[in-house]
């Protein structure tokens, strides 16, 4: 059974940090794709980083480049998405997700098949 489990959301405030954990399991974590989102109420999902696991291949979108950073655990199918420099604008319900296999960097939500269940990320000013 193919589980997305995020972790370590929270409330921050301006210019603080979190970091997102997304542990992995069911699936070959190796020879996927994996991708952090996030929404907020009435908006499209939006990719902000896209991720291949074990080579350390990752892209971001614009609007987080520079401030968040993806690592991993892959002893652990473990994925981190290390936030910095936290903004107002960046309070979402985040989520870890994975395409089983390796497709190219991706912020499109239909390149992922798996979607964990989110976690919510509140940065007040």
């Known amino acids: 059974q193919v589980q997305l489990v995020e972790s370590g959301g929270g409330s921050v405030q301006a210019g603080g940090s979190l970091t997102l954990s997304c542990a992995a399991s069911g699936f070959s974590y190796v020879r996927a794709t994996m991708g952090w989102f996030r929404q907020t109420p009435g908006k499209e999902r939006e990719g902000v980083a896209s991720?291949?696991?074990?080579?350390?291949?990752?892209a971001y979108a614009a609007s987080v480049k520079g401030r968040f950073t993806i690592s991993e655990d892959n002893t652990k199918n473990t994925l981190f998405l290390q936030m910095n420099s936290l903004k107002p604008e960046d309070t979402a319900m985040y989520y870890c997700a994975a395409s089983p296999g390796r497709v190219p960097l991706s912020f499109s939500s239909s390149d992922y098949t798996y979607w964990g269940q989110g976690t919510q990320v509140t940065v007040s000013s």
């Open positions: 991720f291949y696991p074990g080579g350390g291949v990752s």
